[in-house]
Each structure stands twice: as structure tokens, then as C-alpha cells.
């Protein structure tokens, strides 16, 4: 055989390989899958590197813009992988890790996972997914269930129904929002006389049809950013998701609300939605739903809750009543992969009507066509994986009363996590856990007593120094990789307008510890008499003492 | 200890156990997992029942909305998903399931899945991904390479600047078109003067800015269902979506495109977008991308190239040149989750110039915060999984080469497939394969024969049995569950106008042999002549003998 021939056929064999000969248990790859099997926790702390490498110096290990001509062993990829990749990555189920929305996962969404990557379905169709289609219409339905609590006889009638839809799965919550927005928008906006719709005509012609200036959407100025690209994306425009003033406790102020409604109606403008957040993602407060819900009635608008942090409280008999009032939301943004627990990737968006989603509905000759059972004609996604399978699996295996365990338990950690900030002489808390968040900031003792006294000017450059404090300490803190919080920026009353920098803790990782919690503030505290940052203790104590 | 404290106690504890104790390797889904890991292949064929349920049977496992209020064993639960889940799913695997873009997977995407999921990194900031961060933006720009060839120096200024994107991940196709036509939109209509942009005034304003009473995009009328969601979610509106006619090979008809051109634009709608195919969904057709580049420019509109399906012949050097032209395009749409053999849910669209995606940038407080390396703030998406590992690893590990051979195969074998459809006398090869698509029918000599002379009246009646026909024929196909072809409609030239309906092929499996193929057309013959298709047949028969 010619050298080339036999090359091009050796090529080919190696293809084949990759695609019907398993990984040897022995070889590299192998032994990590095993590893991550046996013992998942112990795997991610023996190979994440704690100690932070600048990101500048992670980039050199990713800085070739040339598809290697050549293939590569994969146990020599995966040595790769493993020095490169996982060991620079963040260890997000660490129990110290409370600064983000991520936390452990339960043990069995991994080998589930593998089942469902395994027979890698698409949920656009029937056809490539077959009992995936009923299986995610029935999550749906119990996650409706859970929100708005219909008779049998109704879920019974259109949990199957496929001309309809309880909701829509999606990457995400920002997906689930935008869902909600677009089909609020498209109802509003719907066929009457010669005028055949906006989905249609598009937002120009919607407008010379409803005689208005443009739409609205209206929320509390603590709403997730996902809104903003929402009214960018929907031709809303950002200037009209209008941003209203919240109380102290970060809730939207209602009569703040109706006088921006008036304002903006005034101005030829139509409330397309108000919107309601159950959970803010910074500060993780409730909404006044009940009353948004009166409102938008008073108004005929629509009204959304977005639900993607706190939706899961409504497991809890003790603390459902926070959300009263989200039963009366139009649509309701929940995300899986926060507080169900689910692996990244997976949200859901679910509609009081069942109708509400024939305002986005579409077709295709070869899928999704008319009458067909597939779930792609009222999503805004299209090609799916089956990530409603590790739902199914969670709200099975953990059912109503472990979630219930889980939501109780997180809510109790913030508010002791919170009385630990409170006792501590060296810390402010800056907003109290409604639900499992909480914000504060590392704040001597002195200074806050200081703070009381002083006058305005003193308070604000008070404030400016704690603020690159706070920046700094997170950011040590970060690097070190022993316990980790986020930071984010506030506008408390007390500080009467004054932007401040804080820390934000998010409880709902069951494996977080008192303990851990007593040594999140201990480092900071360790950090704050750093040399990289006490200068600017001395500064604060200086201007205090002066002041 | 009283009672229900002890139960309470007992709860919490299993409760930890589901988060810190793994599943037994001789568990029910730790056997499952091992079987998976030794042999994916066999795993499938075991456990997923050829022989296809009704719909509505399967649904009865899938019928409760009640969310169970106690825990479920994980051991019943896997033993209910093998039986209701597993079993009645489609293998979407297997090398006679040629009808939708689904194929096997090279062996290593399972365990490096488990590792993507074991890691569970969110993408939208670097808190939360580190080094994923970079390995995302060098995949973005490994596939920017592959379809633009810009140079070093041009790689090594953008790879890592996080002001600016080549391109964005996504979870599909459908999200990567809708991120081009949002970015092309903003950008159109971007601020001038007093105007802000449509990003933030809206649509309606940035009509009257533009002066104009619209915008429309411009595809063939074989473009992909997304881009009728994406007109609508955008607030072009559908019928702004101009269909334009094509050729007799599916392309587009330039003359027809120009002409449509000219009378929106006498309408006073403004041309935003032309949008070029490279795969067309049903027929694997590729638009002449070169001189829809030449029109766009004499234009001055972006032009897009939906590459979802083809993106990936650009490995190729026999045939990357039947793509000639996108690289003049302003964005291009790449599948991850079609011939890039990663798993479910990965989608890329990329951008010539690294500064297009700044029109429909954000930012947040408490992540993507001006001047972070975070990625959230250029995507459509918040939240996302490490899914861009997965494209790494098979870019690094099948290498250039590996995927051109899997590319010329699946090329080669649709021609060959096309061949043996048009040796046998009783199948019609409606179009031929330019990619890897093809489609044809089931249409005996006799009748073949009889409809190239037939009147009109007749040609119009015999294609409606046909249709008929072919639809059975697809139908019991499909449940028998042996091989598996898809249907859609077509409008060929040959039958004036007439649309019929085809059976579709797709090949891009590697593992599918002639053998197979030879064995899809016997079945169909077999299914034609089964009592419950074989009526038709007579009736056909005893028509062309009349005419």
C-alpha cells in the first residue's frame, strides 16, 4: 500500500476508534471519570489549585487561535485538561464558596447527567426525544402547580395538551424572562381588524395601531440586568424599563410605582408589565406582590414575577407566605439550576394561562409542524438538551419536604450568619436576609461609631475609603481561595443616597457550615490588618479621630 | 428524643447524604453508570426499546403534577427512569437514524461532560469559571480563524481584550442568529446626534429617527424557523422577513433577492440584514454567498450566514470551497451540538470585526462590571455551562484533519446514497446531496414513468398520493424503530409550484455504512407494499394505467 493510502487509512481507523472504543479504565481520562465517581468532592478539592494564578497568566495556556491540524492523544489532553483547566477553575460547590448562586450538587445529578448526555435527545421534536416530551411537559406542570395551585381536573386538561403550553424550559432565567416579555408584548400587541399582529407587522406598526408612543416595563431598580436586555432585545428600549425606587428594605415602593405609571402614560406610553422580584439577586428581598398584582388589574397590564432565586421558598410551609401573591402573576420566571439544585443551564418560565404561549407560537414543514407534539413550537430556543430529566430527578428523589429542609435551612443560616455580622464589633450588616441573602461590610468598630456623629461630607469620604477597603478585602480574600463572597453596590437609606460598596453572601449550599461562616469573617478581619490594606485602616482611623 | 424531632433529625441527615456520599458502584445507578462508561454503544441498544410506544401511552408515566412530598430512593427512581424514561427514548445514536443532525459521539465527550458537570462553572463572569473564561474566548477564536483567516498579530490583539468579543457562545443556533440580527439592528441604528440608539429609546423611536417605516431581512424561503422567531422577538415582525424564491438546487435567486431589495425599499423599509445559507435545514444547499456579499455591500446592509449545519466543511480542503464568500460575512452562525460532535446544547456565532457585539453590551453592580474579564457581558445569555470544554476537546482531539475526514465522508456518502436511490426504479431523488442532505421518495418505475407525461390535472393527483404515501411510509418507519428517515415539504421545479413531501437524510454519522443505507431503501419498499400503505400503491397504479 502507497505511504498516503495507508496514512488515510490509519486516519480513518483512529476515527472510528474515537467513536466505538470506550476509554480504557486504566488510561487517563479513564481514571479521572472513576475518580469523580468514587468521590466528586474529594476530586474537585485535590485538583482545583486554591491559590489564584492571575487570569492573564491562565490566558497563556489558552492563547493559540490555530485548530491543531494534527489529533491529539486524548490522555495527553486530558493531562491537559486537568493542569490547565480544572485546576484553574473555581471549586463553586466548596461549602466556603458563598459569594455566588452556585453550590454543591446532590450526588446523583452526575451519573444522571451522564444518562441524559448519553442519549443526547433534543427536545425540539418528538421525534429525537420521544418520553422526553411528556416528561418535561409534566415538570412544567408541577412547577405550575407549585406556583398557582390549579384543580386536578385543570391540570389534567392541558398538561398534555400540546396545542398549549404551561411554560417554556430554558438555558436559563435570562431566557425565561425574555420568554415572558415577548409574549406579554405579542398579546398586548395581538391581531384586531386589518392589523395582523406585532409579531406580524413588527414594533413600528404596533405602535401607529395602538396610537402610543412605545411600551413600558416597570421594576424595582434592584431588578436582575437579564430586564435590560429584555427591553433592548424586544425593541422596548432600555430608557423605558422604568426603574423605580425601592424602600429600605429593597422592595419596590408602591406609590413610587404608580407615579411613575402616570408619568410614563402621560407621556404616550403603554405599561406593557410590571414586574415583580421574588429574590433580588443582590440583596434577595420580596417584592410587595399582592399589591403589584392589584395594580397591574387597576391597569390592565401584565404581571411578571421573576422568581429565578426565590421561587423555591414556596417548598417551604413556614416561609411560602414571603412570595403571597405570586399565584396571581401572569408568568413566573423560576431557574433550575439555582435552588432546585440542577447542574448549570436550566430554567423555566411558566404561564397562569395556558393560552398565553400561542402568542409566540411557530412552525416548520419538518418539525414542529401544526398538530405534532413538539415542545419546539412555543420555546424561544430551539435544538434542546433533555436537562428537564435532572428536574424530574430532583423534585423525585429530594421531593416537596427535602426541598422544604433545604429552603428552611438556608433562610435560618442567613439570619444567623447575620446576627454573627451583628455581634461582631468590626462589621456592618448592611441588609438583613429576607431570604438566604444578606450584604455587609467590614467596618472597625470606631468608625462606625464615628460614622453616627460625623457630617455629611466626613460620611461620604468615610464611605469612599471603606468602599476600596471592601474592594480590597474580597479581592484578597478571592485570590487566597479558602473562602470566597461576592461584592456588589447598594444605596441604603442611612447613607441617604450615598452608593456604597458591600460583600454579598448567598446561604444554599447545605454543606455550609457555622463554623465556615465564623471563618469567613475571621479572614476578613485577617485581611483587613493585611499590609496590602491596613494603610487604609489607618487613613479611616485617622479621619475618624479628627472628625 | 421525641418522635417527630427524630424524624426531622433522620430527614436532615439523608438529606446531607444525597450531597456527601456517592452513589455505590453496585447501586442501581451506579451500575448504569459503569455500563454506560464501559460501552455506550451497548447501553443504548439494551435499554432503549426499538419498537416505538404511542405517544399518549408514554404519557401515562408522565401524568401526575403533584410534586411527591417525601423522597424517593434513589435506586426506585433509577429504576423508573430505565424502564418509562430510557427505554422510550429515541436513539438518536444509532447509524441508521439518518433523519434529524443527531449522530454518535466520540467516546471522550461522555467522561469529559462529567468532568464540565462535576466543575458546574457558570460562564457569564470569571468568579465563577476562571480558567474557563479564556478557554471559551480561545474556542471563539479558534472558530473566527477557521472562517475568517485573519491574521497572528490580528488574533493576539483580540483573543483575551474583554472589551471586545469575536464572537458568543450559545445554546443553539437559534440564539446565535437572534445575537447577529440584535447586534446588526443596534448597530444601524446606533446613536447620532440626540438620538440614543435603539437600545435605549426602542424600535419605534429609532424608526423615527431612521425615518423609515420599517426594517426588513432578506433570506430564502429555505432559511431556518429561527429566523422568523428572531424577526419577531426583534420587532422586525415576520413579514419583514422577506422570503425570497430559489433556484432548482434550493440557492437563492439573486434576480429575485435584487428585486425584493428594490420594493421594500420602495415601501420606505430599510434593508437591515441579507442573510446567506450555508446548509440549508431541509436540502444541505449553500447560498452563492459571494455574490450576496457583493449586493450587501452595494447595499451597505449586514449580510449573516447561517453555517449551523455547513459551518463545519471549512475543515475540508476539497470541498471548503463550495462556502467561498462567507468570509466577507459580518457574522456567521457555527453549531457545536451538529458537526462539531459535542454533545446537545452548543451553538457559536461569530463576528468580523471584534467591535460589533459592543452594540448590545451590559453591565451590572454585582458581576460583568465595566472593565472585567467577565463574558456575560456580550451574550444573550446570563447563566451558562462550561460547554465551550467540550468544542476545545474535540477541536484539540480530532484535530483539523480528524474533522475533514469525518466532513468529505459525510459528503461522499450522501453521494453514494444519492446514487443508489437513483439506481433503484422505485425511488425518486427529489434534490441532490451538495452537502450531506439529500432528499427522495418512495415512487414506483411505473408511476415515474406515467407522471413525466401525464396532463397536469393528473401530475397534481398523483403527487397528492404519493404524498400520501410517503407519509405512512415515514410513519411506520419511524415506529418500527429500525432505521429512521425524516419528511418535509418541497416545491421542486419539476412539478411547477407543486409542493410535495420527501423523505430527508441526513449523514453525518460516521458509523453508518452502505449496508445501512441499502437497508433503509429495503424497508421503505417493504413498508410500500405492507396492507396498510400497499391500497395507496394499487390506487397510484390503477391512475398512470387510466392516464
Known amino acids: 500500500m502507497p505511504r498516503s493510502k495507508e496514512s488515510a487509512r490509519a486516519n480513518l481507523e483512529n476515527l472510528y476508534r474515537i467513536f ?18 468514587d468521590n466528586v468532592t474529594g476530586f474537585l478539592q485535590k485538583h482545583i489549585v486554591a491559590l489564584e494564578n492571575s487570569i492573564t497568566d491562565i490566558e497563556k495556556s489558552f492563547d493559540d487561535p490555530k485548530i491543531p491540524e494534527e489529533p491529539t492523544f486524548v490522555s495527553d489532553y486530558t493531562e491537559f485538561i486537568k493542569e490547565k483547566l480544572v485546576a484553574q477553575s473555581v471549586h463553586t460547590a466548596a461549602p466556603g464558596f458563598i459569594g455566588h448562586m452556585t453550590s454543591a450538587l446532590p450526588y446523583f445529578m452526575l451519573p444522571l447527567s451522564r444518562i441524559m448526555i448519553a442519549l443526547n435527545q433534543n ?12 416528561m418535561e411537559r409534566q415538570v412544567l406542570a408541577m412547577l405550575h402547580r407549585l406556583i398557582y395551585s ?18 417554556a424550559f430554558c438555558s436559563g432565567g435570562t431566557i425565561a424572562n425574555i420568554t415572558a416579555l415577548w409574549a406579554a408584548r405579542n398579546q398586548l400587541c395581538s391581531p384586531s381588524g386589518n392589523f395582523r399582529g406585532i409579531t406580524n407587522e413588527g414594533f413600528f406598526r404596533a405602535m401607529q395601531h395602538l396610537g402610543c408612543q412605545g411600551l413600558a416595563v416597570l421594576v424595582s431598580r434592584r431588578r436582575h440586568y437579564s430586564l435590560g436586555k429584555a427591553a433592548d432585545l424586544l425593541g422596548i428600549g432600555r430608557e423605558n424599563l422604568v426603574l423605580v425606587e425601592t424602600d429600605d428594605r429593597n422592595r419596590i415602593n408602591m406609590a413610587a410605582l404608580r407615579e411613575q405609571c402616570r408619568r410614563i402614560q402621560d407621556k404616550g406610553i403603554r405599561p406593557l408589565s410590571l414586574i415583580g422580584i421574588a429574590g433580588t439577586t443582590e440583596t434577595g428581598n420580596v417584592d410587595p406582590l399582592e399589591e403589584m398584582a392589584d395594580l397591574a388589574e387597576e391597569i390592565g397590564c401584565h404581571f411578571h414575577v421573576d422568581a429565578a432565586w426565590g421561587g423555591p421558598t414556596l417548598f417551604s410551609e413556614k416561609y411560602r407566605s414571603l412570595l403571597k401573591g405570586i399565584e ?15 447542574p448549570m443551564g436550566a430554567g423555566m418560565v411558566l ?42 430527578a430532583g423534585l423525585s428523589i429530594i421531593g416537596r419536604k427535602g426541598y422544604e429542609l433545604l429552603i428552611d435551612q438556608g433562610i435560618e443560616r442567613a439570619r444567623r450568619f447575620a446576627e454573627m455580622v451583628q455581634e461582631h464589633p468590626d462589621f456592618e450588616l448592611v441588609t438583613a436576609p429576607e431570604l438566604n441573602i444578606l ?9 462606625q461609631e464615628a460614622l453616627a456623629h460625623a457630617d455629611a461630607e466626613t460620611v461620604r469620604e468615610v464611605n469612599e475609603l471603606l468602599d476600596k477597603m471592601t474592594k480590597r478585602i474580597q479581592k484578597r480574600q478571592r485570590e487566597a481561595g479558602k473562602t470566597f463572597v461576592s461584592r456588589t453596590s447598594l444605596t441604603p437609606e442611612r447613607y441617604r443616597g450615598q452608593t456604597i460598596i458591600v460583600f454579598r453572601v ?42
Open 20 to 37: 466505538t472504543v470506550p476509554e480504557a479504565p486504566d488510561s487517563t481520562l479513564g481514571r479521572i471519570d472513576q475518580a469523580i465517581s
Open 123 to 134: 427536545l425540539v421534536k418528538v421525534e429525537t426525544s420521544k418520553a422526553f416530551t411528556p
Open 150 to 167: 390549579e384543580s386536578d381536573a385543570f391540570y389534567h386538561r392541558w398538561i398534555h395538551d400540546s396545542r398549549y403550553a404551561l411554560g
Open 328 to 342: 396571581r402573576a401572569d408568568s413566573v420566571t423560576i431557574d433550575a439550576h439555582k435552588q432546585l439544585y440542577v
Open 351 to 392: 404561564f397562569k394561562d395556558p393560552a398565553a404561549l400561542s402568542s409566540i407560537e411557530h412552525h416548520a414543514a419538518y418539525i414542529i409542524r401544526h398538530g405534532s407534539k413538539d415542545l419546539g413550537s412555543h420555546t424561544l430556543e430551539g435544538s434542546r438538551p433533555g436537562k428537564a430529566m435532572l428536574v424530574h
Open 439 to 447: 450584604t455587609y461590610r467590614y467596618n472597625p468598630a470606631s468608625v
Open 506 to 547: 448567598v446561604l444554599a449550599n447545605p454543606l455550609t457550615t457555622e463554623d465556615i461562616l465564623a471563618s469567613v469573617l475571621e479572614e476578613q478581619c485577617e485581611w483587613a490588618r493585611h499590609p496590602e490594606v491596613s494603610p487604609l485602616l489607618d487613613q479611616l482611623q485617622e479621619m475618624t479621630a479628627a472628625a
